[in-house]
């Protein structure tokens, strides 16, 4: 894999550095002005394509596109920063990419938000002539980068991965911190824990843009490298939030191992230098997945068993009440299937149907209360579910 | 209305019945009286604000309709939050013949007066005078997770919901 393949977002002239004398040439450069978590200035841009004239920068422009700051942000970067020599833009707001389609400059159009299928992504892409490149969601399973990037290479598009970044999970205009931080300070940063959950560790940074929270953990795809570096991918690199104070040596050592041994075994060490822990996300295996599995109820899913209401009470002369939701109507005779929340179940036949009238019945009729006969394991919140003939 | 906004989102997923049910049936009454007045009567709006301040909730605010959103939008208060009223139970069926089958939410008494939240109009005072199982025993005190059986009420419908003011 040829160093071209990474795409680091810089945070400063050091990190650049850094990165660039390992050989990497593709850098993604944040304005404050025009990326949510840039740190650099107007006059800090130009003097970097004269000092580094064998590199490539991308300029980011992935803040919220607020109606009233959108031509601003237009006029600003046609008056500013069209004249230099952008690899690309890379745009997050679908209104930003239709707004430059008649700038001179190819769009790596950021799919983070959504665009989880490929009807998505071909409409978007065949519409907006300007993109050359689609990064896609950190939230999509390997076997779907996999699908994607092969089909995007066929239209022509290149197509980019995050390789290690921080992921967001909550973005507010509003500035969050700020009463509780005080005023005065352009940019806050910090730790923050769950009031409602026992999670924390979450990152916290307020910008002039509003107030973002990040997952504790980085997502990293690092662990998976010698599998995925047959794609024909970028790998985008993002150590942003994290100050490069406090990745400073991280950052040198990943520009190292990614340019030579690329080896499993030293990763554990390399992440000692890195502030937070880091995960694979959806990439891997969906974890959420399995845990649905386990708490599925196998019976609800099964065309044999038909959801036909729950047990709201019980009395040993009248019965089981039964409330009936499943828009299924119960006749004597029938094969009922009874799951109590403890996890008892049980085959019944129905040998007793009496309205709250205490008549008996055939059926439940119209009925949406019944008693059932009573069975002495199956308490209130019990579900019942007709066993239906195959 | 007037912009020609056709349909509302109330949160819903991570709140209670209770509070479901309430600001549903605001937003649902004050949209049917704009569409036929064209206009709120103060007696109204304050009956509908008097109904949301009974639900456990965050302050209300405009976030940013009006103005862009500032420090005061930010709600962090949540250890003083008072709660006003309960769900005490919802309403299974209700008929003449069998009388008015609750699904017990919380405990009440014989002396209780609970309010059932109609799907129109105000909410139906209910004064508990006597309890019965589903065995027809005499019942001296409501259990979640159990029916109860009390006489039937006129205006009164199944999913309809049942609270209890908070002393």
Known sequence: VKLDSFIVAADNQEQIHQWYDQGYRQFVIGLKEFSRLGEWESDQIEPLFKKYSLATFHFEWDTLAHEDKLNKQLDLFFKLWSTLPWGSIRCLDTGVVHALRESTFPITALLEAGFHNQEAMFEFTSREKKITTVQLSRELPKNQCVL??????????????????????????????TPIVGLGKESIQTIASSEESPHKGFILRENRHGTFMFHPKFYSLLTQMSELMNLSVTWFIDLRPVAFSECRDFSAQLAQWLATSRAESELDILMESFPHESMRGFHHINKSDIIFTKLKNHHRAHD?????????????????????????????????????????QLEIELSRLTNLNQQSCHDSGNDTLIFINYVKQIPSKSAVFLIQEA | MEHGIDSIKIEGRMKSELY???VTKA?????????????????????WASELELISHRDYTEASLVTPADETSIYSERNNEEKKADMAALVLSNTESTGLWLDVRRAFYPGDTLEVLTFQGKSVSLPVHEIKSIDDQAVEKTRPSTVVKLPHVPFVEAYNLVRMRCP
């Open chain 2, 27 to 47: 937003y649902a009454q004050a949209l049917r009286s704009y569409q036929e007045k064209n206009a709120f009567s103060e007696e109204v709006l304050t009956y």
């Open chain 1, 304 to 344: 044999q068993y038909r959801y036909v209401g729950e047990v709201m009470d019980f009395s040993s002369s009248k019965g089981l009440l039964v409330q009936l939701s499943g828009g299924v109507q119960l006749k004597l005779g029938q094969k009922l299937w009874l799951q109590s929340p403890q996890g008892a």
């Open chain 2, 20 to 22: 479901c049910a309430t």
């Open chain 1, 148 to 177: 994607y990037s092969n089909v995007l290479a066929s239209l022509n598009l290149s197509v980019e991965l995050p390789l290690f970044t921080a992921l967001l999970l909550f973005y507010s205009p509003r500035s969050l911190l």
